[in-house]
């Protein structure tokens, strides 16, 4: 038998085998498993790792706080990507929405955390630091890209619920930044069985790819900072309500 520590194949096959809980190599080699249930046991075993493990990171993750976590599955898709029509336009909005639910856009204050720049700042307005609350709902640079969009989630929230749940969910950049990357995961919306989450998705995937162009063509310039219209430099809840 070769040291556990060795990278041979059947070492690999036995740390696999504890990693899901299975049961050990010899065990299996003398078992009266079907191939059927041989694979039955795999899929439950594995499935079961993986979703806890997907539960543990939603949870230690400050990138996927936005996130659900219950009762995502593996098996299951996201509400991002179930939604998602067949054509190259969607799925390109949807990369994008998902790169931002993921916590895998590199803002500025994940590129000073990782020394990638030496300021935090926002690049475009220069007000304040560039996390994803400031990406999303309070640059004042980017509001001409998402303005459209969030008038219409407005409309969808006050059409199917109230102007009571709007305006909670407006007064918070927390809540209205939930609501943009994965309204599944409010309970605001969730208790409110009349809210069409879905219909929720698909607009703020318009919403997240429209911010995310906008901002990628300003940074392009040669200046690097949008030049802001008086106008622009509103508070949050003047942009949203």
């Known amino acids: 038998m070769k040291n556990y520590s060795s990278n041979s194949w059947i070492v690999n096959v036995i740390k696999t085998l504890q990693l899901y809980g299975m049961p050990s190599f010899n065990s299996l080699l003398v078992s009266n498993f079907t191939k059927q249930q041989m694979k039955t046991l795999f ?5 079961k790792y993986w979703s806890r493990k997907l539960l543990e990171d939603t949870k230690d993750k400050t990138s996927l ?3 659900a976590s219950p009762p995502l599955e593996t098996n299951d ?3 991002l990507w179930s939604t998602v029509a067949n054509n190259v336009h969607e799925v390109r909005r949807a990369f994008v929405k998902a790169k931002i639910a993921t916590g895998t856009l590199l803002l500025q204050t994940r590129q000073h955390k990782f020394g990638l720049s030496q300021m935090s700042i926002c690049q475009l307005c220069g ?3 560039e996390d994803i609350c400031h990406f999303l709902v309070r640059c004042p640079a980017l509001y001409f890209a998402w303005e459209k969009y969030i008038h219409t989630i407005k409309d969808m929230v ?3 619920s109230s102007p009571d749940l709007w305006q909670t969910l407006s007064s918070d950049d927390y809540l209205v930044t939930q609501l943009l990357i ?3 995961n409010l309970d605001l919306i969730i208790v409110d069985s009349n809210c069409d989450v879905e219909e929720i ?3 703020s995937r318009y919403y997240c790819a429209s911010i995310f162009y906008t901002r990628a063509r300003y940074k392009s310039q040669t200046t690097g900072r949008h030049p802001l219209h008086q106008d622009c430099c509103l508070s949050t809840s003047t942009l949203l309500n």
């Open 43 to 47: 899929v439950k075993n594995v499935t």
């Open 65 to 67: 706080q936005y996130l």
């Open 77 to 79: 898709t996201h509400i």
């Open 127 to 129: 007000t304040e630091d």
């Open 158 to 160: 006050i059409r199917d």
């Open 182 to 184: 994965d309204c599944s």
């Open 201 to 203: 998705e698909r607009f």
